[in-house]
């Protein structure tokens, strides 16, 4: 099939509809609404068959979301920042219940202050809930993961939600030639659902997401989906060896770009990943021996996977497009979990955080990010944090505030009360 | 089960709920959960939310032959929408055979129906869900320890208004916010008046769209007097006009009980130790007489 030119939330639109999806609770959010609203007009043209229902919250959508996949059909919905971080409590529950279906985010920066374009604060915030994520860095990894994600929730072994995630603006609104699998092939990757024992029906009471009495029983159930979750891995490298097989495209656990000769390593997730591919064709072509390592499944974490990919790594620049306040990048807290007590680990792990509300990280930043971590491993010393920044940005900020403040002082009430009573405030 | 039931010995004299739950001994609610259960039957799925009767199904145990979900506090009805919404799709994909549907059945408490979950079902009500929506309503969040919630009667002592005038505010109109959405049929019930309870929960259930039902639920724990007193409780509730029954059907609301000899509401105020304070030596009487006005003015509309 010829590609097409698809924004990211068609693409996740498209998925849906491959996937054959059978109900989809919605509740619209930029930047993720065009998603909805794209299987709402095929809906209502006939293009597709199946149910769509707009909830008055995301804590509802994820309820029914759950519900509906705990009763035996097949679900999608999406949403993004806000709307995860309001349905945070059903995306831990109806991960406890073991209700497979799928989640498009399309990550948006976290208020305050509240913004719309991209970073992993809202896809990162729900790493422990039991979804399992999927990382996707252009709009054809958007078709591809969604469909993927399906095989992988709907595994007997595995029966957990799965998210797929889109970095908002840079893949959401942003056109890029997909070739959409044919719609034949794709349900012959995907089979119906097939829910087993678990559903509801009449003849077939079952009692589902029950309270238990007592650590005992509670520890057995969290343990239970933490190894479903880990079983994730292998499943996952089985369904990727088969969707290549069938469509022709690498979709590994990992993107592993020119890392077998690297020395220095960029780590990191998402569409900003294609700006660091671009900059490794460049540091190579001048002569520097640097690579980027791209986790596309990022829960379960692939420790052993990512572990191999940076045997003979000197060093890792991990730029995290999120921040733990307080501690720093969550990527680069779990890679220094992941690596530490192995003998071949790299030496320096440098951290850095960018591109945070959508900030764009330019190829001199990544060029100086590699040169800062092949220093470090030259010097043995890793080197702080960095918040990446330029000085022309903290310009532009103060010279924002300095208007500001002539704009205030020049009409602001306050300011005028303030100097009839020579500058004491009234009581 | 089609039977229609007019009289006493009409009532259902099969017990479908088993028995051994973790709740109080006397709870008001339970009492009427068996009751709802016997006319509804084994071919529904509970949706509940977070409160008392969350404890009926832990794990491995329930006492329902029929299905159950658990969802939280905020959200049964949006789980109610998920299952039916996916029952109908099995049924229309000739994937699940009629036989198999179930009658979907919300079951929260009233902090749940009155407080966190109120958007969930105003949006339940907007979709004209098809499904039973049953609040069992013992006037405060009880799990936690009865703290006082939006269906608190004024002036009782719940764990967060112990003060000498008790809860400050007034029991909020649930019944006609419901109504307000014009659903298919709303009403009220209790335990203690079993044959009215089973009209109207037998008339719930052979109609379509969103049913709704407030169950005054006496909670010896929460309440704070003999278990022994439920059943008497709730009759009084109902002799006093504290409780009006009633229901909603075609844009009317109708009372199904009309108390022609109220007695005074101190009856059965002075039952329960969460009004004791009302009639302590140096208490102002006006907060009884304020209770008794309201009641008053409320059945005056009505006869
Ligand atoms: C989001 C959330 N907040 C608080 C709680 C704690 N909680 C559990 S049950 C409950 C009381 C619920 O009150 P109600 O709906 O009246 O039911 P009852 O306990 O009286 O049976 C509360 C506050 C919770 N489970 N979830
Ligand atoms: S606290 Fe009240 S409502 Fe809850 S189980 Fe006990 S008696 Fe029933
Ligand atoms: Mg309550």
Known sequence: ?427 | MSDIIRRMKDLPSTHLLGTGTPMCSGCGALEALHQIYDVLGEKTVFVNAAGCMTLLSAYPFTPFRGSWLYTAMASAPAGAQGVRDALDILLQQGRLPSADDLQVVVLTGDGSAYGMGMSATSGALDRDLDFIYICYDNEGYGNTGQQYSSATPHGAATATSRGSRGYPGYKKDLFSIWAAHRPSYVATVIGSEPLDLAKKIEKARDMKGPRMIIALSPCPTGWDYDPRDSVEIGKLAVKTGVWPLKEYVNGQVVHTRIPRERPPVQDYLRRQGRFSHLFQAGQEPSLVDDIQQRVDDYWKEVV
């Open chain 1, 1 to 427: 099939m010829a590609a097409t030119l698809l924004t990211g939330n068609v693409a996740a639109a498209w998925g849906a509809r491959l996937a054959r999806v059978d109900y989809i609770p919605a509740f619209p959010i930029t930047p993720q609404t065009e998603i909805i609203e794209t299987l709402g007009g095929w809906l209502d043209g006939g293009d597709m068959e199946g149910r769509m229902v707009t909830l008055e919250s995301e804590h509802s959508m994820l309820t029914a979301a759950g519900a509906a996949a705990a009763t035996g059909v097949r679900v999608f919905s999406a949403t993004s920042s806000q709307g995860l971080l309001h349905a945070m409590e059903m995306i831990y529950t109806v991960a406890g219940w073991r209700a497979p279906f799928v989640l498009v985010n399309v990550s948006r920066g976290l208020s305050a202050p509240i913004t719309l374009e991209a970073d992993h604060n809202d896809v990162l915030a729900a790493r422990d809930s039991g979804f399992l994520q999927i990382h996707c860095a252009d709009c054809q990894e958007v078709v591809d993961g969604i469909l993927m994600a399906y095989r992988l929730a709907e595994d007997p072994t595995v029966r957990l939600p799965v998210m797929v995630n889109l970095d908002g603006f840079y893949l959401s609104f942003t056109r890029e030639p997909v070739n959409l699998p044919d719609p034949a092939a794709a349900s012959e990757f995907l089979p119906p659902f097939d829910p087993g024992m678990i559903r509801f029906a009449a003849s077939a009471p079952a009692s589902q997401a029950v309270a238990v009495l007592g650590g005992s029983p509670y520890s057995y159930f969290r343990y239970e989906t933490h190894l479903a979750a880990q079983r994730a891995v292998t499943v996952y490298s089985g369904i990727a060896a088969e969707f290549r097989a069938r469509f022709g495209r690498d979709r590994g656990v990992v993107e592993a770009y020119r890392c077998d000769d690297a020395e220095v390593v960029f780590y990191m997730i998402g569409s900003f990943a294609t700006k660091a591919r671009e900059a490794v064709d460049r540091l190579r072509d001048a002569g520097h021996r640097v690579g980027l390592l791209r986790p596309r499944l990022l829960r379960p974490y692939p420790a052993d996977i990512i572990a191999d990919a940076l045997q003979g790594v000197q060093g890792v620049a991990v730029i995290d497009q999120n921040l733990s306040m307080g501690q720093g990048g969550v990527l680069h807290t779990e890679l220094c979990a992941a690596l530490y007590g192995r003998p071949q680990a790299p030496v320096v792990l440098a951290s850095f955080i960018g591109g945070l509300g959508g900030r764009e990280i330019a190829p001199e930043e990544f060029y100086q990010m590699a040169a800062v971590t092949r220093e470090a491993v030259a010097t043995g010393r890793t080197p702080p944090p960095r918040l990446l920044y330029t000085e022309d940005e903290l310009r532009e900020i103060r010279k924002l505030q300095s208007i500001a403040l002539v704009e205030r002082d020049e009409t602001s009430p306050i300011r005028e009360r303030q100097q009839h009573t020579g500058g004491r405030d009234e009581a």
